[in-house]
């Protein structure tokens, strides 16, 4: 028997019963479906609502990762210029230099808006020789600061370059700060010289702590610079300021003006020794934080902390935030109940919204009210006379079950067409209460369901592309073993490597190549194809003949096209070309910016690094990139990796590292290629403990045959 017949029988039957039976029953049932009808919807907005905003929280998480990939490019481009021109030391540029400290050098080079100003800092004390040195070092990074001002005016507050023989500059300008103020006594400073000392290469990140020059909390990268000689010279930083990254006047336009972010961390809370969420930026966040902004203690003595009343589902709440990348939840804050969600941008970080219940409540209280106005009025009816009721009631059943049962019934007919595949299903009927909520809901939650089925689709099937760009298996040569690998932590990756046999001098050689291209994911997939495909084209425009044309040519070319296709992106690639003679073990290999190849051998302590100058292709479409020889020996290895695995991070944050990465390769050394591929994966895995990959993996090992 259908529900609707069963609603009809059951309001005729006590139809027949004494008014006042009637009456009390029908009051009693008509207020249980009420609240069945609204506690139904409510479940089903609340769901719809945590998710919805859970998304937009891992929307904003991704555009702060984004911009801490574009901050760390700044100052390891920023780095880069000043170690370079410390080996230079052009005097002639000193002697256009201040010699003040403190004087701000406004328009210099072409710096001429307030935002691209510069101004330069000598502390007391310093030696003028090395006062002089440094300034002349430090003008080559000020068309980098006006390329900054230009291209990551919105990311950052403060960048620049402290040298170790004490002088610094800074954009955009600033006041003279006081004569005995000192940027080496700093924190970010002082990591980043034990960070050099530790013999560790990279960006380093700390805060958030107070500005010394603005007073703002903000989050510092920080990059060790290397001297001529080697020794630590310095550092280069820029500063992220953490309010500017809530964006809450977007997010609230997409909810409520009762929407509240928020950028916190779990710690431990000194007054209750429990673990909560600590504000680093939002709507409390700047009346609760003190700061001893010239002290060089750089951190908040006190600030806010977010806190909810339920402590059991606040505490299951940040146990999921040092668990899930992402997540939601239900529960009370400031005396009324929220949806809370989160997601983590930078690790230690998590990005929080919360947003009132009551956004959605208004739906559920016009239900109630309108079920309370109908049994009214069917009482009323009932006792003008008792043959007028029950026809009443007969009626009113048999119409009513309908208008109640007809939605239901399209409700599930559209639910079995979507479970059929079919994601054009629409609820057309419309009414005044929740079942058109109900139907608004359905409607604007199917187009991104297809959007959805579509798009994983569409990646399944750049997945397929992508990997039949990679080699199918080794090319066969005399004397070398190849092996390679290519891993994906997304659907796509930006990892690329190739090996094929090449002509060079009438002789066969074999050609190896990888490359990372910046972030993961579709976008670094198309530029890895891109970069690819240009490589091939270079080979082919730089010589008609079979005869391979120089590394060098190969790589300049692909350089400048790729350069004129994704030069105002800010994205970019890195390329380890490397050649081998199987005949004699002759290495020639072009670095475009890319981590070296490293040459590992049995029974023989560390490991030979191949290094050499060059930018990563797609920055500067005319740099002409140079050629480097080495030897590689019978029995020796040749390992050319990514960063994803060597930073690779187990679940307490610690970092795999190239040392462990070159002890495995060197105990399998005696091993063929693909077994000590296989042995450095599997110690990974073991490494991770079962978490997922951060970041692409790519490796590929050449291994020369004969003895050690």
Request: with cysteine; aromatic share 8%; glycine share 10%.
């Amino acid at each position: 028997m259908s529900l609707r017949w069963k609603i009809f029988l059951f309001l005729l039957a006590f139809s027949l019963v004494p008014m006042l039976v009637v009456s009390t029953v029908h009051r009693q049932e008509t207020r249980n479906l009420g609240s069945a009808i609204i506690g139904q919807i409510r479940l089903g907005l609340s769901d719809i609502v945590a998710h919805e905003i859970t998304q937009t929280a891992r929307d904003h998480a991704l555009v702060l990762a984004r911009s801490k990939s574009a901050l760390e490019f700044l100052v390891e481009v920023a780095a880069g210029q000043t170690a370079q021109a410390l080996s230079r030391r052009d005097a002639a540029l000193a002697a256009a230099l201040p010699e003040r400290p403190g004087r701000p050098l406004a328009g210099e080079d072409g710096l001429e808006n307030d935002r691209a100003a510069v101004s330069v800092f000598v502390p007391n004390g310093t030696p003028d020789a090395a006062a002089r040195e440094g300034l002349e070092a430090m003008r080559a990074v000020f068309p980098v600061f006006r390329d900054a001002a230009g291209q990551f005016s919105e990311i950052f507050s403060l960048v620049g370059v402290v040298l170790a023989s004490g002088p610094w500059v800074l954009s955009p300008g600033q006041a003279a700060l006081p004569g005995d103020f000192d940027a080496r006594g700093l924190a970010w400073y002082q990591a980043a010289e034990k960070a050099f000392a530790a013999g560790q290469s990279g960006c380093l990140w700390s805060g958030p702590a107070p500005d010394p020059v603005t007073g703002r909390m903000v989050f510092t990268v920080s990059r060790a610079l290397s001297g001529p000689d080697g020794t630590f010279a310095g550092a280069a930083f820029a500063q992220a300021p953490l309010a500017q990254a809530l964006q809450e006047g977007e997010i609230s336009s997409q909810w409520s003006s009762a929407m509240r972010t928020y950028l916190a961390s779990v710690l431990v809370h000194p007054e209750t020794g429990k673990k909560a969420l600590r504000v680093w930026a939002g709507p409390e966040a700047d009346a609760g934080l003190s700061r001893d902004i010239l002290s060089g203690a750089e951190r908040p003595e006190a600030g806010p902390w977010l806190q909810s009343d339920d402590e059991p589902r606040y505490a299951a709440f940040l146990e999921r935030m040092t668990a899930e990348p992402s997540g939601a939840t239900v529960m009370s804050f400031a005396g009324q109940e929220c949806f809370w969600a989160y997601a983590t941008p930078v690790e230690d970080m998590q990005f929080v919204l919360v947003l009132p219940s009551k956004v959605v409540a208004p739906y559920a209280e016009e239900a109630r009210k309108e079920v309370q106005e109908a049994s009214g009025m069917a009482l009323a009816t009932a006792g003008a006379a008792s043959v007028l009721v029950l026809l009443a009631v007969a009626l009113g059943a048999f119409f009513g079950s309908k208008a109640v049962t007809n939605p239901l019934a399209e409700v599930m007919r559209a639910w079995e067409r979507v479970a059929a595949g079919d994601f054009s299903a629409r609820l057309r009927f419309k009414t005044r209460d929740e079942r058109a909520a109900l139907a608004r809901a359905f409607n604007e939650t199917m187009p991104k369901l297809a959007d959805h089925m579509r798009l994983r689709e569409s990646l399944e099937l750049a997945k397929q592309v992508q990997q039949n760009l990679l080699p199918k298996g080794p090319p066969s040569l005399p004397g070398l073993d190849v092996a390679g690998i290519n891993l994906s932590c997304d659907e796509t990756g930006g990892d690329y490597f190739d090996h094929f046999p090449i002509r060079r001098g009438g002789a066969a050689e074999l050609a190896v190549v990888i490359g990372d291209v910046t972030g993961h994911g579709v976008p670094s997939a198309l530029l890895m194809a891109t970069g690819r495909s240009l490589l091939r084209a270079a080979g082919q425009q730089a010589s008609g003949s079979d005869e391979a044309p120089p590394p060098w040519r190969r790589i300049t070319v692909a350089n400048r096209l790729l350069a004129e296709d994704v030069g105002d992106s800010g994205r970019f690639m890195t390329l380890l070309w490397v050649e081998i003679d199987p005949a004699t073990g002759r290495l020639c290999w072009v670095r475009a910016g890319h981590d070296p190849a490293f040459v590992v051998a049995p029974g023989r302590d560390g490991a030979v690094e191949h290094l050499g100058p060059g930018l990563p292709l797609g920055i500067v479409p005319d740099f002409v990139y140079q050629e480097q020889q080495a030897v590689l020996s019978p029995g020796e290895c040749l390992l050319m990796g990514t960063d994803g695995i060597w930073e690779a991070r187990d679940a307490s944050g610690r970092m795999y590292g190239k040392t462990r990465f070159l002890d495995v390769a060197r105990r399998h050394a005696t091993e063929p290629a693909a077994a000590i591929r296989d042995a450095v994966l599997a110690d990974l895995v073991a490494f991770k403990g079962g978490l997922p990959l951060e970041d692409d993996v790519t490796l590929v090992v050449v291994r020369r045959s004969g003895p050690a």
